[in-house]
């Protein structure tokens, strides 16, 4: 249950974030060769900008990682200048199987 009988809020400290897959490594190339701001940037100032380590943003380019959390792939998308669903795949918690996108109708 979310909330006690005072009214206070108990959290779970067993969630895990949301994770989200790179949906192409080369998509993530492609994307960093001109960025919204019609400039490029490099994987160095990549992880600069978002705060995240320079082997994770070259492992997702090659394709030897896959998944990270949310925080960073919005933080990615951000500097990219891209919707975070432009780039990354939202993953479900248990199995880390791929969610369908959903077509409006």
């Known amino acids: 249950m979310d ?3 005072s009214g206070e ?7 895990s974030p949301t994770m989200y897959a790179v949906a ?3 998509r993530l190339k492609v994307l960093m060769e001109r960025t919204g ?3 490029s940037i490099s994987s160095r100032r990549l992880a600069e900008a978002t705060g995240i380590a320079h082997g994770t943003i070259g492992a997702l380019m090659a394709g030897t990682q896959r998944t990270i959390p949310e925080d960073k792939a919005k933080a990615i998308a951000s500097v990219l200048g891209v919707d975070l669903l ?6 479900e918690r248990a199995g880390r199987a791929c969610i369908p996108l959903q077509v409006a109708v």
């Open 86 to 91: 432009v780039l990354f795949v939202p993953m």
């Open 9 to 15: 809020n108990v959290s779970n400290e067993n969630t």
């Open 24 to 26: 192409s490594g080369d």
């Open 37 to 39: 701001t019609g400039r």
């Open 3 to 5: 909330t006690s009988s």
